[in-house]
């Protein structure tokens, strides 16, 4: 579904990604990992275009994206749920969900009974703005805002940051099942090893902008993929 070759970023004249290259398939959670300021959250960014890559190819389902900006790489299907979860605090619950609607045709501009089959909370705080929600239900709303837009391509930036336990296992069993559809890729940026490496197909571990190493769980064993993404 998604490829990278080559991919570079850049703030300023500081080079944060040097020659990303990387696939993540159909059907399968691909786990982005490493210590902090590795580039993990630069290379989301630049996946969904909300920050500009400076070079290199994205290709999504066999198409080579240009350098787009985000809005124009959701409506191809890219979805992304940024660190810090974005919500519109003043916005209901609902409101929120239908920001989804612009990337869709008028015929689909419904919140579709699956979403509150995963999240069952937001059903019930349809009508709460979402500034008065929980850490851990904000988290629930921006995945199921994401949701909306029917996506290939879903971008996780660490899920769990800040939440608690319970909605952690909530958030896992929802990606299970979206993977289990088998209808969209999963990119999951996240520190919480045990979290991601329990979820993950397949491992991409960053160092210094670079990919230090990559393969799947049958290929890499559990201590690597722990001391590659250790201080």
């Known amino acids: 579904m998604l490829k990278l ?14 020659g990303i290259s990387m696939e993540a398939a159909m059907g399968e959670v691909t786990c982005v990992m490493g210590t902090n300021g590795v580039g993990k959250t630069s290379l989301i960014k630049a ?15 066999g198409e080579v994206l240009g350098i787009l900006p985000a809005h124009k790489l959701a409506h191809k299907g890219i979805a992304y749920v940024p660190q810090g979860r974005e919500i519109f605090p003043l916005l209901t619950v609902r ?6 609607f612009v990337c869709l045709p ?5 919140v579709p009974d699956e979403i509150f089959e995963l999240f069952p909370v937001l059903k019930e705080m ?10 851990g239900q904000q988290q629930q709303l921006a995945i199921a805002r994401a949701l909306i837009t029917k996506p290939r391509l879903l971008l996780l930036d660490e899920p769990t940051e800040g939440i608690q ?6 958030i896992g069993d929802v990606i299970r099942l979206l993977r289990a559809k088998g209808d969209m890729a999963i990119v999951l940026v996240e520190q919480y090893f045990e979290f991601a490496y329990d979820l993950a197909d397949q491992f991409i571990v960053l160092r210094r902008g670079e990919v230090m190493m990559s393969g799947t769980k049958g290929t890499l064993a559990k201590e690597d993929v722990l001391k590659g993404v250790s201080v």
Request: glycine fraction near 14%; hydrophobic fraction near 25%; avoid cysteine.
């Open 5 to 18: 070759q080559d991919l570079t970023l850049h703030y300023g004249h500081s080079q944060i990604l040097n």
């Open 47 to 61: 996946i969904s275009g909300t920050h500009p890559r400076s070079g290199g190819s994205v290709e999504l389902a």
């Open 95 to 100: 409101e929120n969900l239908e920001t989804g």
């Open 106 to 110: 008028p015929a689909d501009h419904h």
């Open 126 to 135: 349809q009508n709460r703005r979402g500034g008065d929600l929980s850490g």
């Open 165 to 170: 336990p319970n909605i952690i296992q909530q």
